[in-house]
């Protein structure tokens, strides 16, 4: 029997800058096949054994989509309509029953303690508050429910902090929002979840900026 998630309430659509949100709809899937071989390993490692239904924060062109199970269902947060047509396609490919919720990750309208999985990759460095996103993530896990992520982060001293510093201004412009030097670590470590597990790592490859990353599960 197919698990029914209802909405607690209904929210409006967020309405994303009209070009920049394009563009990046338009990037973030033609960089599908880069981020696949940068983190396909690691993705496919944390997204392992999730259960039948995942919410996912920020979805984009639903670049996580292949690392689960055919026939998972997915409940897609994503704000940005131009990001819609991609994700239905890809969830045509790799057999996800999708639902799409077009609202932001700081209020998804989700029953509480609803779900056992919330997952987002390269997210958190973009949303208005993560305190927020985080709070909600927890108020919509059951206990014992994961939460697993994945997000570049702020750098510690030395010469890619000094080029994060630099770009930070245009990179937000650019990437509708995108923050480089976030300490997401620290923020997620201390919103309350039962348990923590962090990783950090260097990605390496093309962006140098987004270098310094983190991933990991918290449970609620």
Same mark, same amino acid.
């Given at each position: 029997m197919t698990e029914t998630v209802h909405l607690a309430r209904p929210e409006p659509v967020r309405h994303p800058h009209p070009v920049r949100a394009w563009a990046n709809a338009k990037f973030f899937e033609s960089l599908d096949w880069y981020l696949h071989r940068r983190l396909g390993a690691r993705k496919k490692a944390l997204l392992a054994d999730l259960p039948p239904l995942v919410v996912e924060l920020g979805s984009g062109s639903g670049a996580s989509m292949r690392y689960l199970a055919p026939g998972s269902r997915l409940l897609a947060v994503e704000p940005?309509?131009?990001?819609?047509?991609?994700?239905?396609?890809? %969830? %045509?490919? /790799?057999g996800i029953d999708l639902e799409i919720c077009g609202v932001g990750a700081e209020s998804t309208?989700?029953?509480?303690?609803?779900? $056992? %999985?919330?997952?987002?990759?390269?997210?958190?460095?973009?949303?208005? $508050?993560?305190? %927020?996103? =985080?709070?909600?993530v927890r108020r919509i896990l059951r206990p014992g429910g994961r939460f697993v992520f994945i997000e570049h982060v702020g750098s510690g001293p030395g010469p890619i902090?000094?080029?994060?510093? =630099?770009?930070?201004?245009?990179?937000? /412009?650019?990437? $509708?929002?995108?923050?480089? $030097?976030?300490d997401t670590a620290a923020t997620i470590a201390?919103?309350?979840f039962a348990d923590a597990r962090i990783d950090q790592y260097r990605l390496g490859g093309l962006f140098v900026p987004v270098w310094p990353q983190i991933s990991g599960v918290a449970v609620a």
């Open positions: 940005n309509p131009h990001a819609h047509a991609a994700l239905r396609r890809k %969830a %045509a490919r /790799y309208g989700l029953a509480t303690a609803s779900v $056992d %999985a919330v997952i987002c990759t390269l997210v958190l460095c973009t949303v208005e $508050d993560q305190v %927020a996103v =985080l709070t909600e902090r000094a080029v994060q510093r =630099l770009l930070r201004r245009p990179w937000r /412009y650019v990437f $509708d929002g995108c923050c480089l $030097d976030r201390a919103a309350g």
